[in-house]
Each structure stands twice: as C-alpha cells, then as structure tokens.
T-cell receptor, first 114, second 110 residues
Framework: DAGVIQSPRHEVTEMGQEVTLRCKPI?????LFWYRQTMMRGLELLIY????????DSGMPEDRFSAKMPNASFSTLKIQPSEPRDSAVYFC????????????FGPGTRLTVT | TQLLEQSPQFLSIQEGENLTVYCNSS?????LQWYRQEPGEGPVLLVT?????EVKKLKRLTFQFGDARKDSSLHITAAQPGDTGLYLC??????????FGPGTRLSVLP
C-alpha cells in the first residue's frame, strides 16, 4: 500500500486566498484525522471522521476551516479566507478505527500564508 | 492547561549515552501511545501500552506505563544518531478526543 497520500506537499498563498488540502487514506481504514502542527502549539487534532461521518470537530479553530469526506478514499480540509496565523504543517492520518488504534500519518502539507 | 506534559522539552546527548523521557498527566487513561517523528515526516507509532505497570521493550527502547495509568516513560539505551527525532506521547481521552503531548525533541550527536 502507498500509505496515506497528501497533496500538495507545500503551499504558499497570500492572506485572504482559499486553500484546499487533500488526503487519500489507506484503503480499508475507517477513520480519518486532520491535525495541525506548529512549534508553539504542537500537534493538534482538528477533526476526525468515522466511516466518512465527522465525529469530533471541536478542534477546528473557527468557521474559516471546513473539512469534508465525500467517500472512503478522499478528504479535504479547506481554509477560506486564509490568514498568516494558519501557517503550519497539516497532517492527515488514518486508522482502522478511531480510539487507540495505530494512526498512520501522511507526509504533511506545509502551508505558508503571507 | 495541557492534558499531557512531556519532559524534558529538549535533550541533546552523545552517541552511546542512555536517556529517559517522560509523559505525565493528572488524568487517568485507558491506554497510551508513543510516536517518533523525524524531520519532514509524520509521526510513526512505536508502542501502545494498556495495563498499569506494563513494560514493553522494542530493541533498545523500553516503555513503561505507570501503575496509576497517569504517566509513562521511554528509556533509550546506548542512543544512536538514528534515534534523533521528536518523541510524542498520545492518549485517547475516553472517546472525547485524541490528544498528543508537546513532545521531547531528542538530538543524538555522533
């Protein structure tokens, strides 16, 4: 298996622009997680899905952030409008089930908002 | 207030030395995981500990879950430069959310 696939790997955009991050989980995994990592705040869970349904979005910073999972093999995290404080590395991870099963992380998307 | 605390925050040692890093909380957890993250990559699972007092070994790494299931330690024997990375502990907060600690950044110098 190719593992969790994220695109793009790097994104540089100007403040106010819309940003869409993409994730393809490992086939057969039922849970998908979006995280944000910064030096100041560490690795933070933004939202997770079970069987394509959002279960916990309490980590989503504000209404500018939205996430969708239209099918078992694809998810997006959208920021509109983007702000400089959104600059971070965004990780997608998948697991067989949520809970303390192993999470397999993608390589991350490094987002820079200028 | 951080649900999980990790110490030390940074650690730089010479190859061959031993070290221990810690993950602490005031809450009780059903289980805990340790991950290692290398620069430019996502975290990778090292171990899951479930039972209070449990000790697991993975080559030169020894993991222990505290008796009260509030804390855990990771001991590395004879550290090597390949052990360099960010060590993260993580817990499933009884289904409420999934929380990672702030991490210990380890540098092993040759």
């Amino acid at each position: 298996d190719a593992g969790v696939i994220q695109s793009p790997r790097h994104e540089v955009t100007e403040m106010g622009q819309e940003v869409t991050l993409r994730c393809k989980p490992i086939s057969g995994h039922n849970s998908l997680f979006w995280y944000r990592q910064t030096m100041m705040r560490g690795l933070e869970l933004l939202i997770y899905f079970n069987n394509n349904v959002p279960i916990d979005d309490s980590g989503m910073p504000e209404d500018r952030f939205s996430a969708k999972m239209p099918n078992a093999s694809f998810s997006t995290l959208k920021i509109q409008p983007s702000e400089p404080r959104d600059s971070a590395v965004y990780f997608c991870a998948s697991s067989v089930l949520a809970g303390l099963y192993e999470q397999y992380f993608g390589p991350g998307t490094r987002l820079t908002v200028t | 207030t951080q649900l999980l605390e990790q110490s030390p925050q940074f650690l730089s040692i010479q190859e061959g030395e031993n070290l221990t890093v810690y993950c602490n909380s005031s809450s009780v957890f059903s289980s805990l995981q340790w991950y290692r993250q290398e620069p430019g990559e996502g975290p990778v699972l090292l171990v899951t500990v479930v039972t209070g007092g449990e000790v697991k070994k993975l080559k030169r790494l020894t993991f222990q879950f505290g008796d009260a299931r509030k804390d855990s330690s990771l001991h590395i024997t004879a550290a090597q430069p390949g052990d360099t990375g960010l060590y993260l502990c993580a817990v499933d907060n009884y289904g409420q959310n999934f929380v990672f600690g702030p991490g210990t950044r380890l540098s092993v110098l040759p």
